[in-house]
């Protein structure tokens, strides 16, 4: 079914309220057990849950989330730069879980993993054999003083991509720039898609340079001390922003917003005590992120930052067998991307249902991820690496290099690839396709 199609047959507002009134308040209140327990409803939630709830039978999954929407987040950088609208990014959650497991549409409170019990918002309790864990990560946007309410001020130009709520300011904030800076800027904590602050960067510099715009300085702030983790990718990046002409400015931090003059503040993290103050007339923020608060809490679950502490290979619990993890919510040192989730998703099948005959997990991640660099309105350059950041990349080419055939896989494939096969358990990314395209000679 074409995506269009798919969303022309969303039901009318009231059969999604109908429905969902079932399935949430006919479940019982106080206890439900289950064979399998998903804790958040999100791309490594939903797509397990898929995999196992016709497998395992009527109810016999439940999964836990409070959200009314499923969002496709890897659109939000198109949206952001005028490519994708905001509703193609997401569908009704209960159309994207799978119909034979059973949706609490609730927020988890508490994890007891020594009684195999959560405890939810409205007081629920869920007893489970085996449990994932894939409550994702949050975003902070209280962290930076003024940046909230740059963010809630339409004609601030202050904008991020990184939330529903202020995705589709940028598009405006990136039209209406003529003269000064434009700033983007990625914060000193662990973030979701760690590509997303630069992509913007890039695709604005593109639409200032393609709208003959030339006063307008477009400069990349970052807290990191590399434009990329990945160094085959970073190379490619450094030429990218040369052409593009962003300024790279390295370990600086945006500690403050001031959007009644228009002023950004930076710390530099190179010589401590220093701030310096930026004007602009569009400042693209990417927010600090934090550990959700139900793990972060939970001592016996999570590290000292707060993430769901699983083995980086078999993504098992350190302590509990029986609870696995998957995607941003963890501890798995690798990029959080959607691309990474499709990649931990043939490991924790395999090692889930090992563990659900009673057999020892085998199968190990090796860190796979992907972050397609859209450099512009018809560009990409299609990172893919492992753990150590060695390449692991598809096809037969030379993906360090920008190309319209990927910019395409990315615009055009990857919703489509998204919604119809990894949210339905029929996507385990494109390993398998790696192989066959190397001969088999690659890892
Ligand atoms: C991928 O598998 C995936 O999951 C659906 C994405 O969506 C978040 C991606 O953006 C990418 C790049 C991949 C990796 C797939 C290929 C073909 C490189």
Redesign the pocket.
Known sequence: MSFWKTLSCLKSPCEILNRRSLSASTALRDQHNCRLLVVGGG?GGCSIAAKYASKLGKNRVIIIDPADRHY???MFTMIGGGMKKLNQSYKPMEDVLPKQALWLKDKVTEIDPKKNEVTTEKGDIVQYDYMVVATGIELDFTKIPGLLEGLKDHRSGVCSNYSPLYVTKTYGCIQRLDSGNAIFTYPNSPVKCAGAPQKIAYITADYLQRNGRRNVNVLYNTALPVIFKAPKYATSLWKVAEKKRVKVNLNVDLVEVRPDKKQAVFKSLSKPDETFVQEYQMLHVCPHHCPTPVIAKNKELSDSVGFLNIDKGTLQHIKYPNIFGIGDCTTLPTSK???A???QLGVLRRNLSAALEGKTPTAIYDGYT???LVTGYGSCI?A?FDYDTNPL???PFD?GVERRT?FH??KD??PI??FN??LRGL?E??GI?RKIMHFGFSK
């Open positions: 791309a496709y987040q890897a991307t959607g691309a989730v499709a990649g992907s972050c397609p299609m893919e990349e598809t096809f993906q990927m896989m990315k494939v990857m690839l998204y096969l990894m996507w990314g494109p396709f």
